[in-house]
């Protein structure tokens, strides 16, 4: 896990809210991907059982539409093939069902769709060679 990363980008402009919503989405559906990440529960000195959350810090970085477009270009390329990531569109985020976001996506273009936030997690220095000049988002 010292050569892990994970960090999350997301578009700086959207409500409070909405920032929060997409964190959780993008972490929730990398937890499914990448479960191995995400350590045992442990038990406090009451023997109450807290679940295991990610063993390393996810910095929430700042990114606005270009930065997101520009990174999934970047993802989607040979060059960072290893890397995992999730990506939360505009498209996602206007269905009401699970099913419709599927139809949806299926007739949609890559090129069309803005991304609100991406999440990647793999090799330390392919990731800080994506982000590392991105500030935290605050």
């Known amino acids: 896990m010292n050569d892990e ?4 980008v997301i578009d700086e402009s959207l409500p409070v809210g909405m920032i929060a919503n997409v964190a959780v989405i993008l972490g929730m559906s990398l937890g499914k991907e990448r479960p191995e990440v995400v350590g045992d529960n442990v038990l ?10 990610i063993q390393f810090p996810v910095p929430v970085l700042k990114g606005n539409s270009s930065i997101l477009k520009d990174l999934m ?9 290893d890397l995992v990531f999730v990506d939360f569109s505009d498209l996602a985020q206007s269905c009401k069902t699970y099913d419709e976001y599927i139809q949806k996506m299926k007739k949609s273009l890559e090129s069309d769709l803005n991304y609100m936030g991406v999440m990647i997690c793999g090799d330390k220095k392919k990731i800080n060679k994506l982000t590392g000049s991105l500030p935290l988002l605050r």
């Open 44 to 53: 406090d000195f009451n023997e109450n059982m807290h679940h295991g959350i």
């Open 5 to 8: 990363k994970c960090v999350i």
């Open 73 to 81: 270009n970047k993802l989607f390329s040979p060059k960072f093939h």
